[in-house]
């Protein structure tokens, strides 16, 4: 019953270089999220997924790309990594219907130095 | 814009006693409010989803209310215990046809021995 399923957990990574973050869900979800967690701040939304083959900017979204790669699997790319791109990373899934909850992720920590 | 707040940023209680976690947001044009759990290094956790139409939800030794028209809501925790300890969220999901979450910053609960 795994749920919401991040790939990595923790990583480190120097200015300029790149990464992707993975996630996973198998709950047959429609929509997918992808927020970032900083200190003393509440979770941002960086881009969504309300279906499959579809992606949208959220509050955050610069610095990154997103791929929803079909029904389970949706992507956050940074391309050219900055320190102020350092936080936690959260993925999430939600159901059909509007009062359906979403489900997070067990997070990524991504310092970047 | 939406916007979450929760007061306030730290509380700290000796086990036993009932407690009043607020959150208030801007804009009443809500679908819901979600509180959430979150451990140290881990996820988040639904607690309660209240829908706009609803005033409250309960759970176990939780409830959780929602006036809509003045912009607030409580999670009100019935006789605290040490397990209890962690950062409480609450979300409102605001319009839009993927039902985008927009947090506040939490609120961190200490529940002493």
């Known amino acids: 019953n795994a749920g919401v399923t991040q790939t990595p957990k923790f990583q480190v990574l120097k200015t300029g270089q790149s990464m992707t973050l993975q996630c996973a869900q198998d709950?047959?979800?429609?929509?997918m999220y992808w927020y970032r967690q900083d200190p003393g701040m509440g979770l941002r939304l960086i881009y969504y997924?309300?279906?499959?083959?579809?992606?949208d900017k959220g509050e955050v979204p610069n610095g990154y790309n997103v791929s929803r790669l079909n029904k389970r699997e949706f992507s956050l790319r940074l391309e050219s990594a900055a320190p102020s791109q350092t936080s936690v990373y959260f993925c999430?899934?939600?159901?059909?219907?509007?009062?359906?909850?979403?489900?997070f992720g067990d997070g990524t920590r991504l310092s970047i130095l | 814009k939406q916007e979450v707040t929760q007061i306030p940023a730290a509380l700290s209680v000796p086990e036993g006693e009932n407690l009043v976690l607020n959150c208030s947001f801007t804009?009443?044009?809500?679908?819901?409010l979600q509180w959430f759990r979150q451990d140290p290094g881990k996820g988040l956790t639904s607690l309660l989803l209240?829908?706009?139409?609803?005033r409250e939800q309960t759970s176990g030794r939780l409830n959780a209310s929602l006036d809509k028209s003045s912009g607030r809501s409580t999670l009100y925790i019935a006789a605290s215990q040490p397990g209890d300890s962690a950062t409480y969220l609450c979300?409102?999901?605001?319009?839009?046809?993927?039902?985008?979450?927009?947090f506040g910053s939490g609120t961190q609960l200490t529940v002493l021995p």
């Open positions: 999430a899934s939600r159901d059909r219907g509007t009062n359906q909850p979403q489900h």
């Open positions: 709950m047959n979800h429609n929509s």
């Open positions: 997924s309300a279906s499959e083959g579809t992606t």
């Open positions: 804009d009443s044009a809500i679908y819901n």
């Open positions: 209240i829908q706009s139409s609803q």
């Open positions: 979300a409102v999901t605001i319009s839009g046809s993927a039902r985008q979450l927009t």
